[in-house]
């Protein structure tokens, strides 16, 4: 797994309760993620059940406003 950069939030403790990472890390971790959901999804999918086109995108687009 990469290493990324991050900042660790500590509380009065001085135990761990957060991390903090650039956005650019953010994004590329928020693409995988996807990736990783949708092909869990293709692979579940019925093989006779096919989604056309018009109706992926707007799934794929519903999948990005939900997070």
Same mark, same amino acid.
């Given at each position: 797994? &990469?290493? $990324?950069?991050?900042?660790?939030?500590?509380? =009065?403790?001085?135990?761990?309760?957060?991390?903090? #990472?650039?956005? &650019?890390? $953010?994004?590329?971790?928020?693409?995988?993620? =996807?990736?990783?959901?949708?092909?869990?999804?293709? #692979?579940?999918?019925?093989?006779?059940?096919?989604?056309?086109?018009?109706?992926a995108k707007?799934?794929?687009?519903r999948l990005?406003?939900?997070?």
């Open positions: 797994m &990469k290493n $990324f950069k991050r900042k660790y939030i500590i509380n =009065e403790n001085n135990e761990r309760v957060a991390v903090q #990472l650039d956005i &650019k890390t $953010f994004e590329k971790i928020e693409r995988a993620l =996807e990736d990783f959901v949708l092909g869990e999804k293709m #692979l579940k999918n019925h093989p006779t059940e096919n989604l056309i086109l018009k109706d707007a799934y794929y687009k990005k406003k939900s997070t």
